[in-house]
């Protein structure tokens, strides 16, 4: 007899294929039972949360959907919707300039905008270390080119701000063998000199030879979310130097420095913003000479910058105490002075601890730049809260202005964060 | 105590700039603009259009006394200030006068040494309260809470009001009528008391105002008017003259209409030294001879600008009252430019 295969005992010669797991332990049934409902008191807890945002929904959505894009005022949005629910947007679409710009004059929104694109450039290199290294040159020209674009002008007042810091970066540099600190101290007396005794009269002799310049824009015509960005901005540029040179000198053996350091970030932070910010606006028109006009905008930058600047101190401080003694001493020990050690060794590992809170520094700060509309200047919110909402046609319509405000703020603020993360992975060398 | 401070401060440093800017209109000649000091915003009174022009009720009074300075009633830079700092912004030189709502009062007039120049709209503090509340009266509201403006006369004018007759309440501070409009609506508070011109606005951009109501009494005086500080009367007579001269351009039928016609010369003698074709009124004050055309034609004379900003026809619907003029038994009374 030929056995043919097929009278052999079966074999199997491949794996079954895995069968679906039933349906109460595995897919959304599953995921259903484990998560929202694994017992009671959680089941009913689920039930009550869903109910919860369902009707947030159902009173949001057609608040969004119904929403009046087009109207010249908000008895005109309430015709329009006629007893439906729905938010009065056209508020949005007729004053978002002003919320944006302030009364910055409309025909060189063009300038604002450029130089908040031009910001982005200028950081790029900044945040991101993989970027050619050669974009820091316009990074550096930003700030001059910026005041320019918005304030505008004779272009020779940021072109000898900007030799003014070259001259002091030059006189560093002759100096910096002999003393780091010295010589830092040496280039800022110098830029000091030249932006105080020759800015003024190099100007008149240069716009006499070639008069280049944009429209004056004043500052009290500068408002919305534009003056948060400035003011947090270069606040924010600011103050992280001079939060380190605090920080420095609060741990310094030498008893001035420190003392000076101390006192300076404890009255700072013993007193609140909003009080530094009246100072700026009222009493400081007191105490300088009758006429002087020390510029508004300028007066808050330096408030804000002193006090985030205190509290940047203080979170640095806590990087600084953080790294174990060793790695002073490893500096000490291969030849470094003081600020070879500190750059090379110190602040870069005090700085890497302390992103969090720098971060959280920079936010708030960033938040708080709205205080300025109690003195009196046309932020977004103090645009909202006074011209815009005091006028016949818009009184009365809150929520779609604050969203709108509170939205602005968000997509920056989360931005911000977002890259703190990012920035932290990078970082987090030690625990690879 | 920080209050009585600043306060201090205030005064001694008014003195200062009071002694100092000696020629406020000499100052405003030369620098070829008026800094008018106005309110960040109220309803009718100050607010901003799509264009970011400035308007309203105190801000034409700037733009009179502009017209009046410069016959231009655009040479004025508005400077936006809170109740908060308004006094310390004038006294400080910052500005040449203020036209924001502002009461005069004793000790404002004289402590805090502001010169008051007149009265451009008599206000008085009434109470708002939404009707299902059932209240008739304020003496009913014993143990309401009560939205009112930080730093205001009101404030004030409650206090003695709810002591005298002896009721008690629970104050919600807020700083702006936008902040207090919202806090109302949302139950924040039961009562809201400011000014009736005030109340009247914020009732008028309620979706239901027949569901709040305006209760009968006014508890207080407020007549409102520009300022100026102390010890320079050469310039505040420029500030009050020019207000009068409105006032009395309605009592004289003078209107934006036909000044033209009537500067040419009339067969009234008033108009005809109020418009400068008769007189020298304006070369006493140091303006040209037509300074007061130029102040009424900026935004016509006070019953024009009364309806176009906050008058019947507007949705803010305030009635003449006590702002009529003294012919029709309102309180605005022009002394005579003889």
């Not at chain 1, 540099?173 to 780091?180: E, G, I, K």
């Not at chain 1, 280049?212 to 960005?229: A, H, P, Q, T, Y």
């Not at chain 1, 002193?306 to 401080?317: C, D, T, V």
């Not at chain 2, 259009?49 to 017209?67: H, K, L, S």
Request: with cysteine.
């Amino acid at each position: 007899m030929v056995h043919t295969p097929e009278q052999l005992a079966f074999v199997r010669t491949e794996t079954l294929p895995a069968q679906a797991p039933p349906a109460t332990a595995a897919g959304p049934v599953h995921w259903l039972r484990a998560n929202l409902f694994s017992s009671i008191p959680q089941g009913i807890m689920t039930l009550i949360a869903l109910y919860l945002i369902y009707s947030f929904l159902v009173a949001v959505i057609p608040w969004f959907a119904n929403g009046v894009w087009d109207a010249t005022s908000i008895r005109d949005c309430r015709e329009q919707l006629d007893g439906a629910r729905g938010g009065c947007f056209a508020v949005l679409s007729e004053r978002w300039p002003q919320l944006l710009f302030g009364n910055y004059p409309s025909e060189h929104y063009g300038r604002a905008t450029l130089a908040f694109v031009l910001l982005f450039v200028a950081l790029a290199p900044l945040l991101f270390s993989e970027l050619p290294r050669k974009m820091l040159w316009f990074t550096g020209l930003f700030p001059f080119l910026a005041y320019w674009l918005i304030w505008g002008g004779s272009i020779w007042v940021p072109v000898l701000a900007l030799l003014g810091v070259v001259l002091g970066f030059v006189v560093y540099q002759l100096l910096a063998d002999r003393s780091f600190f010295g010589a830092i101290i040496a280039g800022v007396a110098a830029s000091m000199l030249f932006w105080v005794y020759l800015v003024g009269p190099l100007d008149s002799a240069l716009s006499a030879i070639a008069n280049i310049s944009l429209d004056k824009v004043e500052s009290r015509e500068i408002g919305g979310f534009m003056i948060n960005f400035i003011l947090g901005i270069s606040s924010m540029a600011l103050a992280l130097p001079l939060g380190i040179a605090l920080a420095l000198g609060r741990q310094s053996d030498l008893p001035i420095i420190k003392t000076i350091c101390v006192v300076f970030i404890e009255f700072i932070r013993g007193v609140p913003l909003i009080t530094l910010l009246f100072v700026a606006s009222v009493m400081l028109a007191y105490f300088l000479p009758p006429g002087s006009n020390f510029d508004l905008i300028l007066r808050v930058i330096i408030m804000i910058t002193l006090f985030a600047a205190a509290y940047m101190a203080e979170a640095i401080r806590g990087g600084l105490a953080a790294l174990p003694r060793g790695q002073y001493e490893a500096g000490a020990s291969i030849g470094l002075d003081y600020w070879q050690s500190m750059r090379l060794i110190i602040l870069p590992q005090a700085l890497k601890i302390s992103i969090p809170s720098i971060v959280n520094i920079a936010l708030s700060l960033f938040k708080d730049t709205t205080l300025v509309s109690i003195i009196s200047m046309f932020d977004v919110l103090g645009m909202i809260g006074g011209p815009i909402l005091s006028s016949t046609a818009w009184f009365g319509v809150y929520w779609e202005l604050y969203i709108a405000a509170a939205a602005m703020f968000f997509v920056f603020c989360y931005g911000i964060s977002q890259y703190s993360q990012y920035l932290e992975r990078k970082l987090a060398t030690d625990r690879r | 105590m920080k209050n009585s401070l600043l306060l201090g401060a205030v005064a001694a440093a008014g003195l200062v700039a009071g002694a100092a800017g000696a020629g406020t209109l000499e100052d405003v000649k030369e620098r070829g603009k008026l800094n008018c000091g106005i309110s960040t915003g109220l309803v009718g009174f100050a607010s901003q259009d799509a264009n970011g022009e400035w308007q309203g009720f105190d801000v034409a009074v700037c733009q009179a006394v502009a017209a009046a300075v410069f016959g231009d009633p655009k040479a004025v830079e508005f400077t936006p200030v809170t109740n908060k700092v308004r006094f310390e912004v004038l006294n400080s030189g910052e500005i040449d006068m203020l036209s924001r709502n502002t009461t005069w009062t004793f000790s404002r007039d004289v402590d805090l040494k502001l010169d008051f120049l007149g009265v451009n709209y008599y206000d008085g503090q009434g109470f708002m309260v939404p009707t299902e509340l059932g209240v008739s009266s304020a003496k009913e509201l014993d143990g309401a809470t009560v939205c009112i403006q930080q730093g205001t006369t009101t404030e004030l004018n409650l206090a003695d009001y709810f002591r005298v007759n002896n009721i008690s309440y629970e104050p919600v501070p807020i700083t702006t009528a936008s902040e207090a409009q919202q806090q109302y609506l949302a139950g924040a508070c039961d009562v809201y008391t400011t000014d009736a011109s005030g109340l009247a606005a914020t009732r008028a951009a309620f979706e239901d105002p027949s569901a709040h109501v305006i209760l009968p009494e006014i508890i207080s005086k407020e007549p409102l008017g520009p300022l100026v500080r102390h010890g320079d009367d050469e310039w505040g007579d420029v500030v009050r003259w020019s207000l009068n001269a409105l006032i009395a351009a309605e009592e004289l039928d003078i209107t934006s209409a036909n000044i033209d016609e009537l500067a040419a010369g009339t067969d009234n003698p008033e108009i005809n030294r109020l418009l400068g074709s008769e007189g020298t009124l304006g070369e006493m004050l140091g303006l040209s001879a037509d300074w007061a055309a130029s102040a009424i034609k900026a935004n016509g004379n006070y019953g024009e600008i009364f309806e176009k900003y906050i008058g019947e026809t507007t949705p803010i619907g305030l009635a003449r009252g006590l702002n009529a003029q003294w012919t029709d038994g309102g309180l605005l009374y022009a002394p005579p430019f003889r």
